[in-house]
């Protein structure tokens, strides 16, 4: 079953006679269970594509589809089955845990009786039910993230969108979080579209990978097929994921796609609040 359909999605921004193409004529499917990522350079369009697909931003044309729904005509039908967990902070650190989910099963219209036990249960599945009446800023990087996960996941939606999810992270709550994102999916078959800079994390979590550069789609496939499309210097070792990286980006050091001012700010500060 088809979870994500995407039909020549583009994003423009500044004045029709000279505007900016951020996310440039991007088709892609992705089926139920599939864990799907999305790697380039900073710059290259893919949290424009992501808050597009989640309706926060509107396309300029094209179209797309979440779990049957329209983004552009059924904007909430397509909240309601999406989780999105973006690079900003999204929890409340004044807040304990269980107020912060208490106030998302509010606003998701969990009916009041399943409430606790849904809640209990979300903190229970992120390992979080012995921290839940702390205050949020009192709680580490790789607890925030999976607080986030929770709030994300509490009204259990089909399709889930990690924007950086990791970033921050040390290498064990990194692992932690992988652990859950493949647990999602074996437990409830959730479909998780995600980005992320680290090419070790691609490799162990994703089916498939798209390749973005300039806003255009410049590789899909598996991990492993990928890498088979990259010449290598040492054969019996073989191509890695950021052999794949340069490759498709088309070994570019330039400014021009290594992401604006606002890019690096938001990512350093994404990695101050979880380090």
Known sequence: MRMIEIYELTKRFGPKAAPKIAV??????????????????????????????????????????????????????????????????????????YENLLILAKLYGVPRRQRLDRIHAALHYVGLEAVAHRLVNTYSGGMIRRLEMAQATLHRPPVLFLDEPTV??????????????????????????????????????????????????????????LKATVPHSNASLGATMDDVFIHYTRNSLSTETEGSYRDTSTTRRTAKRLG
């Open 168 to 225: 921050g992270l040390d290498p064990v709550a990194r692992k932690t979080m992988w652990d859950l994102i493949l647990q999602l999916r074996r437990d409830y078959q959730t479909t998780v579209f995600l980005t992320t800079h680290f090419m070790e994390e691609a490799d162990v979590l994703c089916d498939r990978i798209a390749m973005l550069y300039h806003g255009q789609q410049v590789a899909i496939g598996t991990p492993a097929a």
């Open 24 to 97: 440039d004529g991007f088709s892609l499917t992705v089926e139920q269970g599939e864990v799907f990522g999305l790697l380039g350079p900073n710059g290259a369009g893919k949290s424009t594509l992501i808050k597009m697909l989640t309706t926060l931003l509107p396309a300029s044309s094209g179209r797309a589809a979440i779990a049957g729904c329209d983004i552009g005509r059924q904007p909430m039908a397509v909240q309601r089955r999406i989780g999105y967990v973006p690079q900003a902070l999204s929890v409340d650190g004044t807040l304990t845990g």
